[in-house]
């Protein structure tokens, strides 16, 4: 059994401490993660802004890292949700075509495996502190990941989970939507950042580092003092402290 | 078609616009929240929602497939009924044939119920433009039409005015004074349409859907306009999208389980008209003459093209808006057409064909796919949006700057190597900017990303940097699978290998 | 000599005939098939099978109608019989100071004898016994409106209205307040019931106008506060007989 890691170029490059968080949180159930060099981006920001012919070439890179692997699995939603969508970007090419199939049938969000393949629910964390969760929309509309990580939250010890206002709303990233439609997104963070304070909680968990590089990013510039973190980071800080 | 909201060339200025009128985004949120927890509410309390959606679906698609069929046995079941029936290639086109009927049956007046598609024709100005007087009589339209103004929303059209703006209105109509209370207003809307209704010559409706087989048109709302509208004066003409239709009345259930629902987290409106021809000879109501207008104006583009066929199941709920976070924002007119929100950022470019002039309006999007969650009949809204952007640059009409930054994108992302050295070369630029490991200046591309957060560093080590090490330190220390887990990944991998098993989209 | 209105209907009949063709080819035509002229086979008619066997008993029927008929701000009374109902009738129009009172012209409102029931000075009318009246006139100015339901449906708090010579339109829209007759045998438990009735009779044998209604007129226009009574009658009662 080969169990990939894909990183996702955001985690990569900004947030390594997520995929070592996963890679520890794993292990301790004897999954070994391997981790493909060859990797580079999904591809979603091209794909998304309409740019399909750049997105296969970053594609590619991915497809071909992990054409070996049994399970591929990622500390995003997001991207996850962007090798789903691998089947249309292929749709007019008989020889990638069964290869992107073929990754979508065996791609994982991270909370997905753990709880879905490995029947994981409680991972023997304690975690005394007040929580909010920010359902990120990919993972949750496109994936279905919605019980998933509440599960794995409610088995952890002195976590006091506060349920964030309007949580289902998208926080504003969007990739080059905050780019290009920069006072849109800003507004829609800023509410989110409204939402997150109102909860009080010291800590903001989620599922999707660009997501939370968002919010916050925006609590940060408002000054507030909100700890935000992957819930794979949450986790095993939780295994580690129990 | 005027007024302040609308100005603004991109849905980025008309944007700005939004974001900085207080009242209108406060309305605004107030009535989408309303709205959304009332179809939250309904479709819970209803249950079993997404069959629901499902063969809400199928029936849609059932329809837009066979529409010729379909649509052809309407025409000739409603011309049995005595309805006059007319087909328009074309806005112009339907608009001509309502004037010409405006024109023989010499009229001055005609009152309209709430219809999209005559918003989209703009057949009011028409209207006026040979001296027939169209009349708005839903109470929102109503008001939005003496200030000279579009629909913000295709439920609650004039959710952008609050009671002293609409106080101001209606007391200009009337003479005299009228106080801002919902009731009063109401009130003298009511008394002063009721007028109208009893003399006007025209009675115009738009049509929620038509029944095939017995050739009937259906109207839902919540005022009892459209019913006056479509009882009292003399003729009846009603403007319908060419692709309202659904085979039965049995199928109608299904709609009228969903769009209320959807739209208000009503069990059902107030009225539900299913209207079968003009008043029988011995009737002492009804129109003498019925006349039915399908409209084309665009639909038939989105027909064999299986990327955006399915626009074309829309039942006008609304419930996209409701759901958007971007909508929620910025409102209906920053939209600049006649549809707003999701489907109209869809709707708006397909139906016209010129995707690299709405093109803006496809960019305001997060993608966050609430519009096809909230959808009653599961439109892929947010897949769509992707699609009309990659046919505009598909069509070389791409953002020069974006086009060059995304070349460069797949020539980095594109091999590991290169990847690798542009993390490199960014860890070197950034130490120019970074404090306490975030970058704030409003520099560059991070101008906008900066007005309303700090920016993340990249780390001093990238993942891959750390591999090697990670890989030792849990070669160290791992465990045992159980053996429980390690069956279950080995059946999964085999079922998929054998062709089931996997999971799949959404 | 110019074209008399009837031949400038046939005129526009014949041009819409003949552009119907060119309008269905054309549909086809972008559908990559050939025209479909025969009826396609359907096989999601109608609502789920689940919902089709869905059936409350009468009484269950009963209590829920009036439920959902109150939650939307209609006045509901169960009566045993059309004598309670004529008290009931006259009981209101006196409550109210009704003057006028137009009614469907059919038995079971005869059998009422409301003439004789109301108080001093208020009229009746029968909508269309009788020459030269304006109905709409009649029933515009009447302060009651008063029908027999054809049908009602307890699951969607709905009354339903068929059109013909003796029954307008007009009285269950244009009077001030409605009051709708329902004998409880009439009363179904789901709108699908009624409508395949419709589906049954065939489009030569259905009215002019199907009306259902649910409740009184109703808007949320002005900055969503609920107004009742826009257009169409703003107090409606509905009355179980049976």
């Known amino acids: 059994m080969k169990v990939s890691m894909m990183i996702t170029c955001l985690s990569d490059a900004l947030y390594p401490r997520v995929g070592e968080a996963m890679v520890r949180l794993l292990a301790r159930y004897g999954v070994r993660l391997a981790f493909p060099q060859t990797q580079t981006c999904c591809g979603q920001p091209a794909f998304n802004s309409g740019y399909w012919e750049e997105a296969r070439t970053s594609a590619k890179t991915i497809l071909e890292a992990f054409e070996d692997s049994d399970f591929v699995i990622s500390p995003s939603g997001s991207c996850t949700g962007m090798i789903h969508h691998y089947p249309k970007l292929f749709e007019n090419d008989p020889v990638w075509l069964p290869k992107a199939q073929a990754l979508q049938r065996k791609s994982y969000e991270f909370t997905q495996f753990l709880v879905q393949v490995l029947g994981v629910k409680d991972v023997g ?42 949580a289902e709303d998208c926080c504003g990233f969007g990739g080059t939507f905050a780019v290009k439609m920069p006072d849109i997104s800003g507004a829609m963070v800023t509410e989110k950042g409204d939402h997150v304070v109102e909860t009080e909680a010291e800590v903001l968990v989620g599922l999707d580092m660009a997501c939370l590089m968002n919010i916050a990013g925006n609590l940060r510039y408002r000054g507030e003092k909100v700890r935000v973190m992957h819930l794979a980071e949450l986790l095993e800080e939780g295994v580690k402290g129990a | 078609m005027s007024g302040a909201a609308t100005a603004g060339s991109s849905v980025k200025e008309r944007a700005k616009l939004a974001l900085n009128d207080e009242f209108l985004r406060k309305a605004v949120k107030f009535t989408t929240e309303r709205l959304r927890n009332g179809k939250k509410a309904a479709s819970e309390q209803h249950g079993h929602w997404d069959e629901w959606r499902e063969r809400g679906r199928q029936i849609r698609l059932h329809t837009i497939a066979h529409l010729d069929y379909y649509l052809n046995l309407f025409a000739d079941n409603a011309r049995k009924n005595g309805v006059h029936i007319h087909f328009a290639d074309t806005g112009a086109e339907a608009v001509k044939i309502a004037l010409e009927i405006a024109r023989r049956v010499q009229a001055k007046t005609v009152v309209k119920s709430k219809s999209m598609v005559t918003e989209e024709l703009h057949l009011n100005h028409a209207l006026d433009s040979i001296g027939v007087e169209a009349i708005e009589t839903d109470l929102g339209e109503y008001i939005i039409q003496l200030a000279g103004e579009m629909p913000s929303h295709i439920v609650i059209p004039a959710i952008h005015k609050n009671r002293y703006q609409i106080a101001e209105l209606l007391s200009a109509d009337a003479g005299e004074t009228l106080s801002p209370d919902t009731t009063v207003l109401a009130g003298y809307v ?60 049995a199928d109608l259930e299904v709609m009228a389980t969903l769009l209320p629902r959807s739209a208000t987290g009503q069990k059902l409106t107030v009225y539900l008209s299913g209207i079968t021809g003009p008043r029988r000879e011995t009737d002492a109501d009804g129109p003498e003459e019925m006349h039915i207008i399908i409209v084309d104006n665009g639909r038939s583009l989105q027909l064999g093209d299986p990327e955006f066929q399915e626009l ?70 947010h897949e769509m ?19 060059a930054g995304m070349k460069g994108f797949a020539a980095v992302m594109g091999n590991a190597k290169r990847y690798k050295a542009a993390l490199k070369l960014g860890r070197i630029g950034q130490k120019l900017v970074v404090r306490d490991g975030g970058i704030r200046a409003k520099l560059g591309p991070l101008k906008g990303w900066n007005t309303y957060r700090v920016a993340p560093s990249l780390a001093k080590e990238t993942f891959r940097e750390r591999w090697d090490t990670l890989e030792q330190e849990i070669r160290a220390g791992l465990r045992e699978m159980d053996p429980d887990m390690k069956e279950r990944m080995e059946r999964l991998a085999r079922e998929r290998a054998e062709g089931k098993g996997g999971h799949g989209h959404g | 000599m110019a074209e008399s209105h009837r031949d400038w209907l046939e005129r526009m009949d014949a041009e819409s005939r003949a552009k119907q063709e060119a309008f269905m080819n054309g549909i086809a035509a972008k559908l990559r098939r050939p025209r479909a002229v025969q009826a396609p086979e359907h096989p999601f008619r109608g609502a789920p099978d689940f919902w089709n066997g869905f059936e409350w008993p009468l009484e269950e029927r009963i209590r829920k109608f009036m439920e959902n008929f109150q939650a939307v701000g209609g006045h509901v009374a169960r009566l045993p019989d059309l004598q309670a109902v004529r008290a009931f009738i006259a009981d209101k129009a006196a409550e109210m100071n009704a003057k006028y009172v137009i009614r469907q012209n059919v038995a079971e409102l005869d059998a009422l004898e409301l003439e004789s029931a109301l108080p001093e000075g208020a009229r009746v009318s029968v909508w269309n016994r009788g020459e030269g009246e304006h109905w709409k006139a009649r029933a515009a100015e009447a302060d009651f409106g008063v029908v027999v339901a054809d049908y009602a449906a307890a699951y969607t708090g709905s009354v339903t209205v068929l059109s013909a010579k003796d029954k307008g339109r007009s009285v269950s829209l244009l009077p001030t307040v409605l009051i709708a007759i329902i004998p409880v045998e009439r009363l179904k438990t789901r709108l699908g019931e009624i409508l395949k009735d419709f589906d049954r009779a065939g489009r030569e044998n259905l009215p002019a106008g199907i009306h259902f209604i649910s409740g009184p007129s109703r808007s949320s226009d002005i900055e969503n506060d609920l107004t009742i009574g826009v257009h169409g009658p703003g107090i409606v009662y509905a009355l179980l007989v049976g």
């Open chain 2, 190 to 249: 009511r008394k002063k349409l009721r007028e109208k209704f009893l003399e006007a010559d025209i009675g115009m409706t738009g049509c929620n859907f038509a029944i095939a087989e017995t050739g009937s048109m259906v109207l839902f709302e919540n005022e009892g306009n459209a019913r006056m509208v479509s009882t009292l004066p003399k003729t009846q003409i009603t403007l319908m999208g060419m692709e309202r239709i659904v085979p039965s009345w």
């Open chain 1, 125 to 166: 964390a304690v975690f005394p502190h007040k929580v909010t969760y920010h359902p990120s929309c990919h993972g949750s509309r496109l994936l279905g990941v919605k019980d998933e990580p509440m599960e794995l939250m409610r088995h952890i010890k002195g976590l006091e989970f506060v349920p964030l206002p309007f």
């Open chain 2, 312 to 381: 074309l199941n829309c039942i006008r709920c609304g419930a996209c808006l409701n759901a958007c976070p971007v909508y929620r924002h910025i409102g209906g007119h920053a939209y600049g057409g006649t549809y707003s929100g999701p489907i109209g950022a869809v709707l708006t470019p397909a139906l016209k064909k010129n995707v690299a002039e709405w093109d803006d309006i496809a960019n305001a999007s997060s993608l966050c796919g609430a519009c096809y969650e909230a959808c009653p009949v599961k439109i892929p809204l």
């Open chain 2, 385 to 403: 949006l992707i699609y009309l952007r990659r046919r505009k640059v598909e069509a070389g009409r791409g953002n020069a700057l974006e086009s």
